[in-house]
């Protein structure tokens, strides 16, 4: 029996999802109270983020919201706007990695390199460590929009994968996925301007 069929109380996937969560929250945490404890160490001023990373920020939130849409279209057996919505999903996501490359550039054509000063190397590894995090969802977004346009070419195809339960599943846990990017892109936002404005 194959392990998408077996009844489980909580699915793997969901288990998976949530440790890699998890882990990737601890990491975050670990990286800003290492951020906050050299900054006290060696008496630094905190680094001001260009414009760039406050307009990535929107990109992400359109993002998130599209495919939340992309949910609701699915259970709404709402093939065209399904697909439609998959495919800005990813192409915000793609504009946010390309505008987050730019970022990088104004904030190294302003002079503060990786090697700066720690404040600026830890800007450039945690938002480098979250960029990867929204690459690596990339290849699970382009699988859906593979499937939605293979498998729902006609009536009872498309009956077919929008009933599948495990699509239902995989979507829920992708859209759950980019959530949890756009609130860790939003903390970490969030906590440079705290710490450059009245820290």
Request: hydrophobic share 55%; with cysteine.
């Amino acid at each position: 029996m194959s392990v998408d069929k077996r009844n489980y109380l909580v699915h793997p996937q969901v288990i998976a999802l949530s440790l890699l969560i998890a882990g990737v929250t601890f990491l975050f945490l670990a990286f800003s109270g290492s951020y906050i404890y050299n900054r006290v160490q060696s008496d630094m001023p905190a680094i001001k983020l260009p414009p760039l990373f406050y307009v990535n920020t929107l990109l992400l939130i359109a993002s998130s919201y599209i495919l939340t849409r992309c949910k609701k279209a699915y259970l709404q057996d709402d093939t065209r706007m399904y697909q439609v919505y998959l495919w800005i999903t990813m192409l915000l996501s793609v504009v946010f990695l390309g505008a987050q490359v730019f970022a990088w550039l104004q904030l190294f054509n302003s002079g503060i390199l990786v090697n700066h000063s720690n404040m600026a190397s830890f800007v450039y590894l945690i938002s480098a460590v979250h960029f990867a995090h929204v690459i690596f969802g990339i290849p699970f977004l382009a699988l859906f929009i593979y499937s939605a346009h293979k498998k729902m070419k006609e009536p009872v195809s498309v009956l077919v994968y929008f009933s599948d339960p495990d699509k239902a599943r995989k979507l829920r846990l992708l859209t759950i996925y980019w959530h949890f990017l756009d609130v860790l892109w939003i903390y970490l936002i969030l906590f440079f301007a705290i710490n450059y404005y009245f820290l």
